[in-house]
């Protein structure tokens, strides 16, 4: 397990450093750039020239790209030039950071627990009303956008019948002592226990939008992969020798069915950030989602540097992770 640990940490560092090449190359090659971003209509031929001097893109494409490896593994990208002004460009990624995450976690929590039991209910009834209901109910999920269902929930639940908060991730009123800046987390540790119901509630909405497309594939998944399983000889053995029901369906069969729904779990995980872009600005969350999307629409180099690297590399963490729990479940992947 040690050396199979190893040999996939040095695979992410080759991706790491692969995405920061294109990380680099990508930025510079933007309209504008950031010369052009910082001084906005204020640039004159000779700012522009001290500027970039000052910031070093006038020496050779090697050297600033190692300034900007040994920058980022400082912590310093910058300042903010758009998102928040003047505030620096990982503190903005810090303050942000939590919402996103938590947001994340309950949607993929959702998908999960709603996923994976209604995947191996429907293999079971193959062919039946549950089993019919159900994939029709995956389609819908990954065939309605994101945005379209973001909205449609918050006009029926928040506006029409007010069951719900429309917006934001607390109600103001609410003196709440922040710790953590995971707003549930801080209302459990402090026991402020008003605050992290509040701050539940005005997760929901927006986790339940982001959950569904890792719901829908999350179900296809599991139902795929336990239709598999029963049809195993081993599976048959079992019954034949006369293993219980609850003993061949936890040891044969779900152990077995996880292994490919683990994969799909870490891939939706590390994909949801896409997701949050459009579900944080129709709920109005200031997580990293509406950060990137400022960080373009307002040529916040600094921002968009450091938040698309974060996300990769939690994209890239996510699914080590995931093979390593692969490994766990399943010894024969450790050899490979």
């Keep these: 397990m040690l050396r199979y640990t190893v040999r996939r940490l040095g695979q992410l560092m080759l991706v790491v450093l692969a995405l920061s090449v294109l990380l680099f190359a990508w930025l510079r090659a933007l309209p504008g750039g950031p010369v052009s971003a910082l001084l906005g209509d204020r640039a004159t031929p000779e700012s522009e020239a001290a500027l970039r001097a000052d910031l070093g893109l006038d020496q050779p494409i090697v050297l600033q790209y190692w300034r900007f490896v040994a920058r980022a593994l400082s912590g310093d990208f910058g300042t903010s030039t758009g998102v928040q002004r003047g505030t620096p460009a990982l503190d903005v990624f810090l303050q942000r950071f939590p919402a996103t995450l938590e947001l994340a ?15 191996y209910l429907a293999a079971r009834r193959r062919g ?3 089993d019919n209901l159900s994939i029709t109910w995956s389609l819908v999920g990954i065939a309605v956008p994101v945005f379209f269902l973001a909205f449609l929930l918050k006009w029926i639940f928040a506006v029409q019948l007010g069951w719900l908060p429309a917006s934001g991730r607390q109600t103001g009123g609410i003196d709440a002592t922040r710790v953590t800046g995971f707003y549930v987390l801080d209302g459990i540790l402090t026991q402020e226990w008003d605050a992290a119901l509040d701050a539940f509630v005005h997760l929901l909405l927006p986790a339940i939008a982001l959950s569904t497309i890792p719901f829908a594939v999350i179900f296809r998944i599991t139902r795929a992969a336990v239709l598999d399983v029963l049809d195993e000889d081993y599976v048959r053995t079992a019954r034949s020798k006369g293993l219980a029901g609850a003993v061949i369906r936890r040891r044969h069969v779900l152990r077995n069915a996880m292994l490919p729904v683990v994969t799909t779990i870490g891939l939706q995980t590390g994909a949801l950030l896409s997701g949050a872009v459009l579900t944080e600005r ?8 509406q950060a990137l999307a400022l960080g373009f629409e307002r040529k916040d180099f600094p921002v968009l540097q450091v938040v698309i690297l974060a996300s990769a590399m939690t994209y890239v963490l996510v699914n080590l992770l995931v093979d390593l729990s692969y490994a766990a479940i399943d010894p024969r992947i450790r050899t490979r």
Excluded: K, T
């Excluded at 976690?105 to 209604?118: D, K, S, T």
């Excluded at 129709?282 to 989602?289: E, T």
């Design 105 to 119: 976690v309950l949607a993929i929590l959702i998908a999960i627990a709603v996923g994976i039991p209604l995947g």
């Design 128 to 130: 039946r009303i549950l």
């Design 282 to 289: 129709v709920f109005n969350i200031p997580g990293l989602g």
